[in-house]
């Protein structure tokens, strides 16, 4: 199984709600990433999660949250966004062993609308 | 530091005719390559992988590429498009860190395939 699931598929928020984003993973992986693609662009990354500790934060504005309640669940928390933030967050995951590199599985997406 | 250059922002090919879609790469050392396919509001799917073993690796959906060192190349092929294919094409470079990867991504070629 190399699912990375992501829930909700669509979201729209005004600006002041507070939402969550939710990934999730059965694959053992021990690092999950965040990432934001706006249309037309390759994915950015945003945070990393490295055995559920924060690893990188790409100085993403503190409106965005995340959270890594274990090595199967990865949250984003979302309050007081802009209409700019509106984009596609695709959540990966990865395996860690050693030094050898992993590719990274991608989730569907959250297309994320903020009016 | 990494880099990756796609070399056509748009290929447009007819079905049943061979697709070559291009990449060079930038790296200070022995690098890991992936090549992601994204359809459209879709997340991204992994292709195929280079790390260091054979040269010509073999992907999903018959797709295929070569690692040319000597060229810093990483192209991707396939003999007969089908139009199933018309996505987005992205070449991506990792490093690894101490156990998560960071992924460098080229801008992207999109695939047109007519029938």
């Known amino acids: 199984d190399t699912e990375v699931t992501q829930t909700p598929k669509h979201l729209v928020m005004g600006m002041t709600n507070k939402k969550s984003l939710k990934c999730e993973q059965h694959?053992?992986?021990?690092?999950m990433y965040w990432y934001k693609q706006k249309a037309k662009k390759p994915p950015e990354l945003m945070f990393v999660?490295?055995?559920?500790?924060?690893?990188i934060n790409e100085s993403v504005p503190s409106r965005f949250s995340p959270e890594c309640p274990n090595s199967s669940l990865l949250n984003l928390h979302l309050h007081a966004l802009q209409p700019e933030d509106s984009a596609l967050y695709l959540c990966?995951?990865?395996?860690?062993?050693?030094?050898?590199?992993?590719?990274?599985?991608f989730g569907p997406g959250t297309r994320l609308t903020v009016t | 530091a990494q880099s990756v250059t796609q070399l056509d922002s748009h290929v447009s090919v007819s079905e049943g005719t061979p697709v070559l879609l291009r990449c060079n790469y930038s790296s200070s050392y022995s690098p890991s390559l992936f090549w992601y396919v994204q359809h459209p509001n879709k997340g991204l799917q992994l292709l195929l992988k280079?790390?260091?073993?054979?040269?010509l690796v073999k992907g999903i959906n018959g797709f295929e590429a070569e690692f040319k060192k000597s060229e810093t190349s990483f192209h991707l092929t396939k003999p007969s498009a089908h139009m199933s294919d018309a996505a987005e094409y992205f070449c991506v470079v990792s490093a690894q860190n101490s156990g998560y990867s960071t992924l460098t991504f080229g801008k992207g070629t999109m695939l047109l395939v007519s029938p």
């Open positions: 694959m053992g992986h021990r690092a």
């Open positions: 999660y490295s055995y559920e500790k924060l690893s």
């Open positions: 280079y790390t260091s073993a054979a040269t």
């Open positions: 990966a995951s990865s395996q860690i062993r050693g030094t050898q590199t992993y590719e990274q599985y």
